[in-house]
C-alpha cells in the first residue's frame, strides 16, 4: 500500500510541474523558450538534477498530452492549449 501512495504524491508532483511549465508557456506566449530557459525560470535551483529532470519529464509529458508543441530545443503551447487558456479567460 505504501508503494501505491508514493506513485499517487510523486503523480501529483509530476502534474504540478505540468501545470506550472504550461502556465509559463501560456504567460511568455508568443515568444518561444527553449526547455533550458524553462529550467532557469522555473526550478528553485536549476542546478539541481531532480528539478531539471522533472520540467523536461513535463514537457515531454504535456507534447505527449497535444498541449505542448516542440520545435528542436523550443517548446510553445499548442492551439488547443491557447484555446483552453483563452475560454478560461487568460
Known amino acids: 500500500m505504501a508503494v501505491i501512495?508514493?506513485?499517487?504524491?510523486?503523480g501529483g508532483e509530476d502534474a504540478a510541474v505540468e501545470a506550472a511549465i504550461l502556465r509559463q508557456l501560456l504567460l511568455i506566449h508568443p515568444a518561444q523558450v527553449t526547455v533550458k530557459e524553462l529550467i532557469v525560470d522555473v526550478a528553485a535551483d536549476p542546478e539541481a538534477f531532480a528539478e531539471r529532470d522533472a520540467i523536461e519529464r513535463a514537457v515531454r509529458e504535456l507534447a505527449r498530452a497535444g498541449l505542448v508543441h516542440r520545435n528542436g530545443e523550443f517548446a510553445i503551447p499548442s492551439r488547443a492549449a491557447l484555446r483552453f487558456d483563452e475560454l478560461l479567460g487568460g
Open 5 to 10: 501512495d508514493d506513485k499517487r504524491g510523486a
